[in-house]
């Protein structure tokens, strides 16, 4: 399964045509963290939220939770900004009138207290109603 799951919602209604937000919630597996979308290193791979073109909708921005910062046994003074647990990214979107099944992207890597799992994307899928 994957590490991190797409939580809610399943379907948002927003006015068509203005920037809106979308409080869209996941939750990264027990034992597992994932970079924040600002990691410590230029080397770790940042968290990150898309919507593809031509979708019905676009994202103007993504507004990002702060990380926690946690140290792993093998580098106790390295502090990693991390998600844990649940988090929100708030998504800007705009949509046109109608409705749009939208296919968001959650771009991610996720790591345990001694190694780091491949890169992994995500569908996210919400309906979006333009009204």
């Known amino acids: 399964s994957d590490a991190v799951a797409f939580l809610s919602p399943a379907q948002a209604t927003v006015p068509a ?3 809106s937000l979308i409080n ?3 939750r990264v597996a027990q034992g597992l963290h994932i970079n ?3 990691p410590s290193g230029d080397y770790l791979i940042p968290t990150t939220l898309s919507i593809p073109d031509g979708a019905g909708a676009r994202l103007d921005a993504a507004i990002y939770p702060n990380g926690s910062f946690i140290s792993l046994p093998i580098d106790p003074k390295n502090k990693l900004s991390v ?3 649940e988090f929100v990214i708030q998504a ?3 949509a046109t009138a109608g409705s749009h099944t939208i296919q968001a992207k959650l771009h991610y890597q996720a790591c345990d207290q001694h190694q780091c799992l491949p890169p ?3 569908t996210v899928p919400i309906q979006v109603i333009g009204k």
């Open 17 to 19: 045509g203005k920037p």
């Open 83 to 85: 998600y844990t647990g």
């Open 92 to 94: 800007r979107i705009v």
């Open 36 to 38: 924040s979308h600002l």
């Open 120 to 122: 992994k994307t995500i």
């Open 24 to 26: 869209l919630r996941f």
